[in-house]
């Protein structure tokens, strides 16, 4: 878990290795979740050495997004679609995810 507490990984890290893969490398991984909630039909998670992303079933049928093989393609197709995201959630831990105190 890379030194993080487990809370932080259930919560942001876990639910991005779930889904049904459409596209998977190295770099980018792109997976079909169809739990997310409407408000939430398309996820990324962006860490160093990789990108995550979940969509709605509904998401991955719009033209060229199960096709996408980066995240900027990925961007580009949702753009094309008319689907905004919000702007991302910048998480920073001052202990690196390390638990410093009790619960």
């Known amino acids: 878990m890379e030194n ?8 942001w890290i ?6 049904e893969p459409v596209h998977e490398t190295e ?3 792109l997976a079909v979740n ?6 939430e039909r398309v996820q990324i ?5 990789r990108t995550f992303a979940l969509v709605t079933p509904a998401i991955r049928d719009l033209p ?4 996408a093989r ?4 990925l961007r580009a ?10 702007g991302p959630d910048h998480l920073f831990f001052p202990d690196g995810g390390r638990r410093t105190a009790a619960p």
């Open 70 to 73: 980066s995240e900027a393609e």
């Open 4 to 11: 993080l507490t487990h809370e932080i990984y259930r919560q």
């Open 64 to 67: 060229d997004v199960s096709t």
């Open 45 to 49: 998670l962006v860490r160093p050495a």
């Open 34 to 39: 169809d739990e997310l909630d409407d408000d």
């Open 14 to 19: 876990a639910p991005f290795a779930g889904g």
């Open 27 to 29: 770099s980018f991984r």
């Open 77 to 86: 197709a949702l753009t094309v679609a008319g689907i905004r995201l919000n």
